[in-house]
């Protein structure tokens, strides 16, 4: 962690100071912002924290709800989200109180009684090793309180707007504010909020049947009937979830399954004699399959109890299961052991459809003409999924971090506002490929109680598709933002389009061994990463050319390294490196005083020689193979260019500052 | 991490709910109290953590200063302490932004030009794998907000009463509360605490002579003429640093060195052509010697410029050192490097020696006879010693861990009263065998310039020490609440009266693999590892024999584990481990809802086969070896028993309850 360049902090490094529109911001809404966020859900909540590094841009993020939520929703954490929360600052923290997946156990009917479930095989959870992070199980809420956290604490100090709630809005010829949308007070109380908890999470029958399910098509909150009020924007951003009204407003649908599937999903305190309560479980019995994801603090557990496919005429009775028969229905599929539940933290009847929209901008206007984007929808606004690969929140948080640093950079100025057309562009295909995926799954979850004999099907194709389930599958089509591959070759490794996976490396100035990743802050910078030559010369003539050409990119009243982070992996023991001879571009001085940072000067190390303490690895990392090894980066050098939200823009050779220009000329603004 | 065993929390599950005490704690002083701690530094805030876990106990805090430290004073945090964070649970955020030592470079005068100086040597910082923990540098003041945190989040919900000064206290015969004491508004405010800090950091001259220095034996604040106020306390503790007003109303002294060494000690942001700025160094040249401890952020740095021993007759002069002749000293001594400050933090001259009290506590009255304690001193109020090692703050803090749970377990009836006098008796000998070490180093330092033929003698020394430096020397001999050696070769690695040295285990019900000891919180409780026999036998019997014992001391109202934290460490695999057939011991139900504890059964687990991720480990563990071989542990079992501040009291037979029985009827009372 950096600080105290601008002079010493006394207090939490992790709270910077509040600068431009964070000084003083005003309590009540005002009548112009830059950004409006609808809906404090993960993907809202991730792009408030992103907006928040930019104190120039004013953002304000509504939520209907009175307050933060408490309980519920989705508790799945991928490798690739945790990775993210390292980028925002809270990875360690989330990850101590969260539950931790290395296993996951199945089960089925045993052969001589098929009425009885037995343990029918345990696979790591992630064998590969895809990611020094872990899986992790934590709710949804605790999520959301860390990203409030990043988003208050960062310059801009945003925080949610309660209780308000967006009704539509429209697009007009208004030169800067161009969105005038429509609002009013939600009349939402936390009063009613916990009431309503209460009611759904109790045990008794009448009050199960309250248990509301948002995801589902029907309105399950009644309208407010408060004044309407009307506000301006340059652009929204509908992170209001399944049947957001900002994808309504745009006149979009989610389309896709006709009908639903259900789960009946509880969050229950338990006293169980299942040996596995404490680990993932797939249960299939012939009463039934049950998803059991143990949770965070050693006690709780989250049951997924089966309901099948709703039937389209339905018509919400699905809804009323009530949790005595979830719990019994829990029960007869665990059998010959039993759950005895103690207390019900949460409940809900889960319906969800796979659905997508086609779009997730207003990009196109009524008469199907293309125009600069103004409007956005991300997360649950735009696709749903089933929640059995407990993909929902991890990819909201994804569309949120693709389009916050573009939206900070066109609004700054660093961006044409053509880098906004990418988000759509660029999310669509992902969300189509993860309902493709999900299907695939849930068939054959369906599938698997009748073909019992081969066990390892459901294993395998689990293990395979281990790379998607964690969230690093994503690898974006060359766009203005990322490169061709052309140069690949010279860094393997690191396939453009891909998020940029980390390795251990040495730090020079200080021996400390580091991954060279988690330099990366959502800060929105991008990072250059020079891979050295063995003699040096190439890395010379970059760190002579460099400076002129990054200069033209970025401001002048700011520091060199402002909008570009650059930063040295030399292949030289870092015992033999001279910091003294190390070029000035990956030692600038920064910040009012003018200090060097240190923090850029890297030398290749095999993980075996990381002594004292090397940092955490991915599982199967070699330990005789450094940076160069490891990722196939070339001997001769390679320049590797990540984007603010970690994705590998491209891979040049060490020399080509000229194509590198070019690029960046199609991306960056001058400075 | 663990929670929700009383219902679901919601929010962050550091935040305990308040208790007792806790529950609508009064802002003011009450005017009587179980325990009053004087002064908020490292031992009081320890102190106050600690007692915070006690509901029932009416704790406060009294410090002369107007509100938090805001900067300076030590900043050394030895692995010992880490461990310590981490039982208060803050050990992974504070290393996260904390500076981590891994190495140390030792630099010399050149052979042909002792006017330069060059490196002569690098040392690894834990070449032997003291702890799995790291050593950090860190600020004091953030030491201590994390330990204000702590304090506020326990039950009890303690905070520091600031301005208020502890004048003096006498002993009565009062029934209850036997210690009468005066106290008083110190009249400190913050504004001339900024002042006053202001004014010490300046970079002018007539400023810098100002910079205090509370260390020395000259009072350096002004007394308050606030009218006085009297309190009664059960206990008083003085953790109120070198010039203890409490030790001085017991009428107890330092004694020790007659002078005293002098430092100047910088933090300072620089711009420096030093390579080995940021790392640890031990600089020796013609001109003097410098000990640089790089600080956290990445570009802070503390310098201590030698100013040597300090004439007997030097009444004050020494303080008066200019800031610009320490800068101008720092520069002539990294010759041919220069130091260029940019801003100072802080500023002080550090003028200490070894000096230690005969007695840390009141246990003998004025006529020289043994009396019940009532009034302790920890920290620099009972030893001081040179700021080279690093100690200071490390040992005020384990002084105040060792008196905490004594305090705690008597007050609340857990423990008969004799306990409290094995806290001077533990404690200092520590100080003791601390300032005989200090002494050798200190004078192996100076000696060094001199000695340029061989630089191998003091990292020698160093390496050699590093147990010591690190803080794991400590061993307390046998007494109430530490046994004698008799089964010692049970379990060889874990020596009776030493902390217990954690390692990597199965945890077998979520196969995560931890650190057993990282389990053990500063919860006041005691823990009992039962080792598994291979065939199991003697563990069946110690399972059906201990819960009988244990009863005995746990309250019949409270969990069975309230007192005796039990856990089993089993020989098998875990994947081999059937949970319905582990005794109940090691799977109690706890809590209002009765739920099972399902993190007391452990597996041992060769290091190479936790995958995926091994939890971090000290530096050289032997991949191959589980805790049994590691530990020394019989493969016939072993009961291994350790103190609420972590040290090991017991080793037994597993077979041996009626031993552990005798030996627990001198320690804790009957339930
Ligand atoms: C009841 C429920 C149960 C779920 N259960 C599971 C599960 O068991 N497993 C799983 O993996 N996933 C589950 N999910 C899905 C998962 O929570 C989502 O995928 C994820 O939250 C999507 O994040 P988001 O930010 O897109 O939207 P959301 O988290 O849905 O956030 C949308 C936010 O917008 C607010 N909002 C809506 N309309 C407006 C408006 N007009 N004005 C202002 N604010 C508005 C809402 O109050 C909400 O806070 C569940 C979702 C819901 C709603
Ligand atoms: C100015 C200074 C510089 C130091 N520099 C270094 C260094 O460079 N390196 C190093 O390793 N160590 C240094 N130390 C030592 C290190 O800080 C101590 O070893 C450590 O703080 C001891 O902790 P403690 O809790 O015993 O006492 P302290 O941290 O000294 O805390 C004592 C507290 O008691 C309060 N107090 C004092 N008298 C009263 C009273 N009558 N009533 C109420 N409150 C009172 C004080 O305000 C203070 O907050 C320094 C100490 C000081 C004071």
């Not at 194509?659 to 960056?668: C, D, Y």
Request: aromatic share 8%; hydrophobic share 40%; glycine share 8%.
């Amino acid at each position: 962690m950096q600080f105290h360049h601008d002079g010493y902090v006394s207090g939490d490094p992790r709270i910077q100071p509040a600068q431009g529109t964070g000084v003083n911001r005003p309590e009540d809404l005002p009548d112009e912002v830059d950004v409006l966020i609808v809906g404090s859900g993960p993907a809202g909540m991730l792009l408030a924290a992103q907006l928040s590094q930019y104190p120039s841009v004013t953002t304000r993020i509504i939520e209907r709800r009175a307050g933060r939520l408490k309980v519920g929703q989705a508790d799945g954490i991928q490798a690739r989200s945790v990775e993210t929360f390292q980028a925002f600052g809270f990875a360690e923290r989330i990850t101590q109180e969260a539950y931790r997946i290395t296993s996951t156990s199945f089960w089925g009917p045993r052969d001589d009684d098929p009425a009885q479930i037995h343990r029918t095989k345990r696979t790591d959870d992630d064998p590969n090793g895809i990611s020094e992070f872990e899986h992790l199980i934590v709710n949804q809420a605790r999520v959301l309180d860390y990203f409030a956290e990043a988003a208050l604490h960062g310059p801009a100090r945003i925080e949610p707007d309660f209780g308000i709630e967006f009704v539509s809005q429209q697009r007009d010829d208004h030169p800067t504010h161009p969105v005038l949308v429509t609002i009013r007070d939600s009349g939402a109380t936390r009063e009613q909020e916990d009431a309503a908890l209460a009611a759904a999470t109790g045990l008794g029958a009448e009050a199960a049947r309250l248990a509301v399910n948002e995801a589902t098509a029907a309105p399950a909150t009644q309208a407010s009937e408060a004044p309407t009020q009307q506000i301006r924007a340059k652009y929204v951003v509908g992170c209001d979830g399944a049947r957001s009204a900002v994808r309504r407003s745009m006149g979009r649908q989610l389309l896709g399954d006709q009908a639903f599937h259900a789960w009946g999903v509880m969050d229950v305190l338990t006293v169980s004699d299942f040996p596995d309560v404490r680990m993932k479980c797939a249960i299939q019995s012939a009463a039934g399959s049950i998803l059991l994801i143990p949770r965070e603090g050693g006690h709780l557990a989250r049951f997924y109890v089966d309901l099948g496919e709703v039937a389209t005429d339905d018509a919400g009775k699905v809804r009323t299961t009530d949790i005595h028969d979830t719990i019994a229905r829990a029960n007869a599929i665990l059998s010959p052991y039993t759950l005895e539940v103690k207390d019900v933290a949460w409940y809900s009847v889960y319906e969800v459809g796979h659905r997508l929209c086609d779009r997730f901008d207003d990009g196109v206007d009524a008469a199907g003409g293309e125009r600069e984007p103004r409007v956005f929808i991300a997360g649950d606004a735009c696709h749903t999924h089933s929640a059995k690969a407990g993909q929902g929140m991890n990819v909201s948080m994804q569309d949120g971090f693709n389009l916050g640093w573009k939206l900070g950079a066109v609004l700054t100025g660093q961006s044409p506002d053509a880098l906004l057309a990418t988000y759509s562009a660029e999310r669509q295909v992902v969300a189509q490929n993860l309902i493709d995926y999900d299907k695939q799954w849930s068939s054959l979850m369906a599938k698997k109680t009748a073909e019992l004999t081969d066990p390892d099907e459901m294993t395998r194709f689990y293990v395979d598709q281990a790379e998607f389930l964690y969230g690093f599958r994503t690898q974006y089509e060359p766009s203005m933002i990322t490169g061709s591959a052309t140069h690949q070759a010279l860094a393997a490794g690191f396939p453009i389009g891909k998020r940029f996976k980390s390795y251990p490396v040495a730090r020079v100035a200080d021996a400390n061994f580091v991954q060279l990743g988690h330099h990366h802050r959502a800060d929105g910078r991008w990072r250059l990463y020079a891979f050295a030559d063995a003699s040096g010369e190439a890395l010379a003539r970059f760190a002579e050319a460099a400076p002129v050409v990054l200069s033209r990119f970025t401001p002048a009243d700011s520091d060199e390294d402002a909008v570009f982070d650059v930063k040295v992996v030399l292949q030289d023991a870092w015992q033999d490196v001279d910091l003294g001879a190390v070029p000035p571009i990956f030692l600038p001085r920064t910040g009012s005083l003018g200090l060097v940072d240190y923090e850029k000067v890297y030398a290749a190390i095999a993980p075996r020689d990381c002594q004292p303490a090397a940092p955490k690895m991915a599982v199967g990392t070699d330990m005789d193979a450094d940076i160069f090894d490891a990722r196939s980066v070339s001997r001769d050098g390679a320049l590797v260019l990540v984007r603010p939200d970690m994705y590998v823009a491209h891979v040049l050779p060490l020399d080509a500052v000229g194509e590198l220009e070019e690029f960046l000329t199609g991306s960056v603004l001058p400075g």
